[in-house]
């Protein structure tokens, strides 16, 4: 369980003030007739004190309100260029940002929820008690800011007045930290008031990067208070440490719709997107994969995209499966963006028109930035995440020194991508979702798409993801299991979390169940009897996978039920494939979809192995656990270890034509 405002307010007690008097005379004392004239249009308690608080802790030498206007969001980028945390490149309205060499992804090692004595969080997170998370930041964050301008935005986690939507509070002294804010979020200052009432709550966010040198980052902490829904972060730059209306509120949001919002909410690392499918029909998919593993790629394959790291879900009146995305731009991996795989991302990232933030890529002695696997000839020199860069340079151990870090990304809006459906993403009523899809990095096990039978079966494929490691996460290493794609986001025990997803699935007040799907591209050609960890198709066919999904959503094709759930036929999927100009050999079909039983069983066996090992796991995990297990093993004593689809197929007609 969870309770809110338990125990001290951290910042509260820090910062030392306690009413809204207090409050006034400090901003009057630090605020210029600007800003404080700004802050006047606020008149939310909570708000006020948080901000003063925060003021009153970090002692910035002026304080700047960000409120969303063209002229504020002008003055943050020009602060941002003449403060040095952004240069200027080449293309007009773009900037490239480095964060430090050792600073390059998610510090997990540094990374704490603070909790209230006997309150259990997830058992793959480190927590902090309340008392320990106070001294460490009254040690660290008082003063802060000094000699530093704070920057205060106002911001909506979705569109305003959504169901879903939750505003939130960026305290910050980077400027580059504001600036991604004002691309990735939506500005709410002018109601901000209202929107706080109908929500219920906000979330505050506090950081400052402090001096910013290599020798302050083992101090460097992120903390989440689960009970006050505030974070603090100090000593780091990359965003997904910093920029906690990210990562940090997304925490938040899944808390409340774990605890407080059961069969009404879900707070998922899913993008959002749609499928123009026959007679023009649009419908929209939502879908988790790990941080690294493609999410934003095939986010963008839809023809009407909406968002590519993260959807609030919600049960409407109707009975239908709604969603937002808390975003209005992305933050995106930008390694192996190119014009075949990623054409409006591209058209974005190389045109003039756009404002896009680099961080971590080359930029070459023309100023224009460069990243591995961008499809174009590369410079052989220029200035990366590590200082000066040259083909060949090596670091201290010997490794050759990547052209770009592997997790460098990009900050664009969404409106800047063709495809983008900004109506659709506008809308307060969300887009209704009728597949869900899970995908993680699986190179030898899972087939790459298969629709559970019903909703716990698809919690189950959602509960069993696996990813190799990937860039996002500093010193991250081997295979991992990334429940729903969002363990590094879920604060509580899992069991907490799994529950809902079954409660929410299951629930009565869902009348239009959406279809849930596993995928994989990432299964290779050594994994089905080939050579090679190249992999067994390409990226683009996850338009097919996706198309097939689709047409299954509206009854429209056939699938042959297996025990883990229905595969596509490939007459089908030849068609798919054709439609889309591309030869799809049965050959290839026959290796992408037959059953290496061995691999799947051991699958099971490792996730229930971890599942046993925590406390109050709903006990339908383990029986559709059990249930496919037994499928699998009957078919596994008739055909072998290797079972072909057309031995599927066979075992499917003799089960049905038992039954009947
Ligand atoms: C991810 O790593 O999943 C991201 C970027 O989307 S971060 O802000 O680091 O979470
Ligand atoms: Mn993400």
């Given amino acids: 369980m969870l309770e809110l405002k338990k125990g001290m307010d951290i910042l509260a007690e820090v910062g030392g003030i306690g009413s809204l008097d207090e409050a006034r005379k400090l901003l009057e004392a630090k605020c210029d007739r600007e800003n404080l004239a700004k802050l006047d249009k606020i008149t939310n308690e909570e708000a006020l004190l948080k901000i003063a608080n925060a003021i009153s802790m970090m002692d910035p030498d002026a304080v700047f309100v960000n409120t969303g206007s063209e002229e504020d969001l002008l003055r943050v980028r020009i602060m941002s260029l003449a403060k040095g945390e952004e240069h200027p490149v080449a293309m007009r309205d773009h900037t490239i940002h480095f964060d430090l060499p050792q600073e390059q992804a998610r510090i997990i090692d540094r990374t704490f929820y603070i909790v209230n004595p006997g309150e259990e969080t997830s058992v793959l997170a480190l927590s902090i008690s309340r008392d320990e998370a106070y001294e460490y930041i009254k040690t660290y964050m008082t003063g802060i800011a000094r000699g530093k301008t704070l920057l205060v935005g106002f911001f909506s986690r979705g569109p305003i007045g959504a169901p879903a939507a939750i505003p939130a509070l960026e305290i910050t002294t980077s400027t580059y930290v504001m600036h991604s804010a004002n691309i990735l979020y939506r500005h709410v200052y002018d109601q901000f008031d209202k929107e706080v009432q109908r929500a219920g709550l906000f979330f505050t966010n506090v950081h400052s990067e402090g001096p910013n040198r290599p020798e302050d980052l083992p101090n460097a902490r992120v903390f989440m208070d689960r009970s006050w829904l505030t974070t603090y972060s100090m000593f780091c730059t990359y965003a997904g440490n910093t920029l906690l209306l990210k990562k940090g509120n997304h925490r938040f949001a899944v808390d409340l719709a774990t605890y407080y919002q059961?069969?009404?909410?879900?707070?998922?690392?899913?993008?959002?997107?749609?499928?123009?499918?026959?007679?023009?029909?649009?419908?929209?998919?939502?879908?988790?994969?790990?941080?690294?593993?493609?999410?934003?790629?095939?986010?963008?394959?839809?023809?009407?995209?909406?968002?590519?790291?993260?959807?609030?879900?919600?049960?409407?009146?109707?009975?239908?499966?709604?969603?937002?995305?808390?975003?209005?731009?992305?933050?995106?991996?930008?390694?192996?963006?190119?014009?075949?795989?990623?054409?409006?991302?591209?058209?974005?990232?190389?045109?003039?028109?756009?404002?896009?933030?680099?961080?971590?890529?080359?930029?070459?002695?023309?100023?224009?930035?460069?990243?591995?696997?961008?499809?174009?000839?590369?410079?052989?020199?220029?200035?990366?995440?590590?200082?000066?860069?040259?083909?060949?340079?090596?670091?201290?151990?010997?490794?050759?020194?990547?052209l770009s870090h592997p997790n460098s990304r990009c900050t664009v809006e969404c409106k800047e991508i063709g495809n983008y459906n900004e109506a659709a993403a506008e809308d307060p009523n969300g887009v209704q979702i009728k597949v869900i899809t899970y995908s993680g990095r699986d190179s030898d096990t899972m087939p790459p798409v298969w629709v559970a039978k019903d909703p716990d079966h698809g919690v189950v494929i959602g509960a069993s993801i696996l990813s190799a490691a990937t860039a996002t996460e500093v010193g991250a290493k081997g295979v991992r299991r990334q429940p729903w794609a969002n363990e590094p986001f879920i604060p509580g025990p899992l069991a907490d979390y799994m529950d809902a997803q079954f409660a929410f699935f299951n629930s009565d007040k869902l009348k239009?169940?959406?279809?849930?799907?596993?995928?994989?591209?990432?299964?290779?050609?050594?994994?089905?009897?080939?050579?090679?960890?190249?992999?067994?198709?390409?990226?683009?066919?996850?338009?097919?996978?996706?198309?097939?999904?689709?047409?299954?959503?509206?009854?429209?094709?056939?699938?042959?039920?297996?025990?883990?759930?229905?595969?596509?036929?490939?007459?089908?999927?030849?068609?798919?494939?054709?439609?889309?100009?591309?030869?799809?050999?049965?050959?290839?079909?026959?290796?992408?979809?037959?059953?290496?039983?061995?691999?799947?069983?051991?699958?099971?066996?490792?996730?229930?192995?971890?599942?046993?090992?925590?406390?109050?796991?709903?006990?339908?995990?383990?029986?559709?656990?059990?249930?496919?297990?037994?499928?699998?093993?009957?078919?596994?004593?008739?055909?072998?270890?290797?079972?072909?689809?057309?031995?599927?197929?066979?075992?499917?007609?003799?089960?049905?034509?038992?039954?009947?």
Wanted: net charge negative.
């Fill in 262 to 402: 059961r069969e009404e909410r879900l707070s998922e690392h899913m993008f959002i997107t749609g499928l123009r499918g026959p007679g023009g029909r649009v419908t929209y998919f939502a879908g988790a994969a790990p941080s690294g593993c493609g999410k934003t790629t095939t986010a963008m394959t839809g023809t009407d995209f909406i968002g590519d790291d993260l959807a609030q879900l919600w049960i409407a009146e109707d009975g239908t499966l709604r969603a937002i995305n808390p975003e209005k731009g992305i933050f995106g991996i930008v390694r192996d963006v190119n014009r075949e795989s990623d054409p409006y991302l591209m058209k974005a990232l190389r045109e003039e028109g756009a404002e896009v933030i680099w961080t971590n890529v080359l930029i070459d002695v023309h100023g224009v930035p460069y990243w591995v696997g961008n499809g174009e000839e590369l410079p052989k020199r220029g200035v990366n995440f590590q200082g000066e860069w040259w083909e060949g340079k090596t670091d201290e151990n010997g490794n050759p020194i990547p």
């Fill in 512 to 660: 239009h169940k959406p279809l849930m799907a596993g995928l994989n591209y990432f299964l290779t050609h050594e994994a089905r009897g080939g050579e090679g960890k190249g992999l067994l198709g390409e990226k683009r066919d996850v338009k097919v996978w996706l198309r097939w999904l689709e047409l299954r959503a509206h009854g429209e094709v056939d699938a042959i039920e297996t025990p883990i759930g229905y595969i596509p036929r490939y007459e089908d999927l030849r068609r798919l494939f054709d439609e889309i100009g591309k030869e799809y050999p049965k050959e290839l079909y026959d290796k992408q979809f037959a059953f290496y039983v061995d691999n799947i069983l051991a699958r099971i066996e490792l996730q229930e192995e971890a599942y046993r090992k925590e406390k109050n796991i709903p006990p339908r995990l383990f029986e559709i656990y059990a249930e496919q297990r037994k499928g699998l093993q009957a078919l596994k004593a008739k055909y072998g270890s290797i079972v072909s689809v057309e031995q599927l197929i066979e075992a499917a007609e003799q089960a049905s034509s038992a039954e009947s």
